[in-house]
């Protein structure tokens, strides 16, 4: 399977974005989709969409969009939240889930840089696909595309664009 991951779209959604995540078969986004429900319904709409809700979303956003999202996929589980963190520097709600959830594969997002590092401590892959969209003080924005089959992960390609 194929999965697109991105985060921080604050409202935007552009064309070349929608492109890169042509390929996969399920979207993952970690927050501030911004505008409303107008990005979720649209990425909705063309993928299988797993989201949860950022700092920036509004109430009708958080009213099927949780805060915390405990998922599996291909064989690995999957934690995301929006502001999480990163080995060493969690936030500590998000610390907390992850010690009760073990998760192969922690999402966030929030800080709009693209980070995708291993957690040797707590045994997982850690990844924050940036921003993808125009707002915030990031100058380029960014996502994420991957293979991940039977438990593994290949295939890793970075979106980059210019706000």
Known sequence: MIVGVLSDTHGSLDKDI????????QVWHAGDFGGGTEVYSQLATLKT???????????ALRDFCPRFRYFECE?????????GG???HYNPEALEKIRVYKP???VCGHSHILRVMNDAANNMLVINPGAAGHQG?????TALRFRLEQGEISDMEVYEAKK
């Open 104 to 106: 192969d594969i922690f």
């Open 75 to 83: 064989g690995k589980t999957v934690l995301m939240t929006h502001i």
């Open 49 to 59: 969409l797993i989201g949860v809700y950022g700092n920036a979303d509004d109430y």
């Open 18 to 25: 929608l492109d890169f995540l042509a390929p996969a078969e």
């Open 86 to 88: 990163y080995p060493g």
């Open 137 to 141: 003080f990031n100058l380029v924005r």
